[in-house]
């Protein structure tokens, strides 16, 4: 039953925590699609150079603008690049990307919001008005700024995503540490003496773990998605690299004789980001009991 | 209120300051030299390093960062953001002949979002678990993840080529021609509605079966109060509050896509505008327009925050 989760909220009595977890977790067929398709995405990174039927890269002019068949499944590109490889190849390109910013931004940000949150005072106003400045550029303003300035490529884009992507972890954080430096537990670690930075990395961030793997998840899907439209506009991953966001825009002029030229990537990159928000969904069902199913 | 509306003003002001320090840095961490960019731009001769010196007093770039701030800052109050370094229009007159083609695109697209996302959102919160729960939490959820330049070219591809009833880009004036200029603008509001409309959607459900839990709900139903009634006038209202805060950002979300949108139908609005001059590296109209996006947005937090004040008086006091 798809998005539905009353049939799981009567767990029987004092079920322990991991059984509650993946109950709940498991509960709907959205999120499971979600954890197939991630699965199958992670399985085409790690084994693309064996999977892809021909090298994404190599260019046959002969063979060029192909429609789909038993050799060339999704047809070939402009320059005789075989779309399937490209698509697979370009998995590479988005999951390295994705977990990049996501692990760079979320250290900084959670460096950033703990520190506002647990000092306070004019640490959080200075720290936190930042970030305000900062989200006042829509996201992908931000990185289009970022990317005018640096150029395009792999390194750049994720420097640009990065400096977009950070504030939501740090506001996250403040918000989280704000809450849980209230609890008596703290007070007791300070006053057996412990520092400030014991408390802050050792008690009041892995506190914070739920909504951070959730905020994970779905960061994910959103850098994914952030790339793609960069390499879209043309100030993304420069080519000849295999991204799927260049490849809709390549496909562009064809769109009347080869559609799957844009679709196909699109679609991948559909599923993909789907996925992780199914996924993070899931998380945040399991992980918060007062959101269950609420979202 | 009053305390709460002159905090909120202050604030939004400090912020409005960060980002004209945070655009005016970004713009001069920028490798090359500007005066070389705007001679070699203009004419191939030699240069003199005189001349070079000469112009870079001219502009003022001899100057300390700070106080180049300062002159740069009191230029964008008074309007100034400079000229282009191409064809030496003035950066702010070029925004204001393109707000109105983004208005154009980005006002219908912002309606329709709370138009149909909040209805949306309320009846699978009403019916929650039922077949149309099921449906519109689903699109909602793909429409969220849809990329908007696919959604783009898949809406061209069906209704510009197969079924050939609208032009597939451009742009024309309302004034000019009404009936060609709502064909030219339907997908793309399409095209930048559908994320406003399923986030808003996510949203009001979300906090409608929140509040649906309350006991002020409760005791709504036990006066035997038809379920119209209980949803419209007890639980509707202090739903819409987060939901007010989304719609906000909203508009910032609007003004992202609109840079995606106008490029994939050739609409000459901001958007475009922000894109074809990072790829011209004009940078004061990457800073102009950058800057007036920011400013749009922090005046948009700074009215969802009254509206928010006001229809929450807790939000008041903290």
């Given at each position: 039953m798809p998005g539905n989760a009353s049939g799981v909220?009567?767990?029987?009595?004092?079920?322990n925590e991991f059984k509650r977890f993946r109950r709940v977790f498991l509960g709907r067929g959205v999120v499971i699609f979600g954890l197939i398709v991630l699965l199958f995405f992670i399985i085409i990174t790690i084994f693309a150079p064996v999977l892809a039927?021909?090298?994404?890269?190599e260019i046959d002019v002969g063979n060029a603008?192909?429609?789909?068949?038993?050799?060339h499944l999704l047809g070939t590109d402009a320059v005789g690049r075989d779309i399937l490889s490209r698509i697979i190849f370009g998995s590479r390109t988005s999951l390295f990307i994705g977990i990049s910013v996501v692990a760079i931004s979320t250290i900084v940000g959670v460096v950033l919001g703990i520190t506002a949150g647990y000092y306070g005072g004019w640490v959080y106003t200075i720290i936190m008005r930042l970030i305000d400045a900062y989200m006042a550029f829509p996201m992908i303003i931000l990185a289009l700024m970022v990317s005018s300035l640096l150029g395009g490529g792999i390194k750049n884009v994720i420097i640009a995503l990065t400096v977009a992507m950070m504030p939501g972890y740090a506001r996250l954080i403040c918000g989280q540490a704000l809450h849980i430096k209230e609890n008596d537990y703290i007070l007791a670690e300070r006053s057996f003496g412990a520092s400030n930075f014991r408390i802050m990395f050792l008690h009041i961030v892995p506190n914070c773990f739920s909504p951070l793997i959730v905020m994970v998840t779905m960061m994910l899907g959103s850098v994914i998605l952030a790339e793609a439209g960069l390499s879209f506009l043309g100030v993304g991953i420069t080519p000849p690299t295999a991204a799927w966001g260049s490849m809709v825009n390549e496909g562009r002029p064809y769109l009347?004789?080869?559609p799957a030229l844009s679709f196909a990537p699109g679609i991948a990159i559909m599923l993909v980001v789907f996925a992780f928000n199914m996924v993070g969904d899931g998380l945040r069902d399991a992980l918060d009991p007062s959101l269950r199913g609420t979202l | 209120m009053v305390s709460y509306l002159i905090r909120r003003l202050i604030q939004s002001f400090f912020v409005l300051i960060l980002v004209t320090i945070l655009v005016f840095a970004a713009m001069r961490i920028l490798p090359g030299d500007p005066i070389r960019m705007l001679l070699t731009q203009n004419q191939e001769a030699e240069i003199t390093q005189e001349q070079i010196n000469f112009m870079r007093h001219q502009y003022g770039l001899d100057k300390p960062l700070y106080v180049q701030y300062f002159i740069w800052l009191d230029g964008v109050f008074k309007g100034d953001l400079g000229r282009s370094i191409?064809?030496?229009?003035?950066v702010a007159n070029e925004i204001l002949r393109r707000v109105p083609i983004t208005l154009n695109l980005g006002i219908p697209a912002f309606l329709l979002g709370i138009i149909l996302g909040i209805p949306a959102g309320i009846i699978c919160a009403v019916r929650r678990g039922k077949f149309i729960d099921t449906l519109v939490t689903t699109l909602a959820n793909i429409g969220i993840t849809v990329p908007v330049f696919w959604l783009g070219f898949l809406l061209v591809y069906i209704?510009?080529?197969?079924?050939?009833?609208?032009?597939v880009q451009g742009y024309t004036s309302p004034t000019d021609n009404l009936l060609l200029n709502i064909k030219q603008t339907v997908l793309p509001i399409i095209c930048l509605a559908l994320f406003p409309i399923a986030s808003t959607s996510r949203q009001t459900r979300s906090s409608m079966l929140d509040v649906m839990k309350q006991d002020y709900i409760r005791t709504a139903w036990s006066k035997g109060l038809q379920e119209r009634w209980v949803v419209v006038k007890h639980a509707l209202k202090n739903s819409l509050i987060p939901v007010v805060t989304l719609s906000g950002m909203g508009l910032s979300m609007i003004m992202g896509g609109a840079v995606i949108v106008e490029t994939v139908f050739n609409v000459p609005g901001i958007g475009r505008l922000a894109v074809q001059s990072v790829f011209s590296k004009d940078y004061p109209y990457v800073q102009g327009v950058v800057l007036f996006i920011a400013i749009v947005v922090i005046v948009a937090n700074f009215l969802t925050d009254i509206a928010y004040g006001y229809f929450d008086p807790r939000i008041r006091y903290n």
């Open positions: 909220t009567v767990p029987p009595p004092r079920l039927p021909y090298d994404p890269y603008l192909l429609q789909p068949s038993r050799q009347l004789t080869q | 191409l064809n030496h229009v003035p209704f510009g080529i197969h079924l050939r009833v609208l032009p």
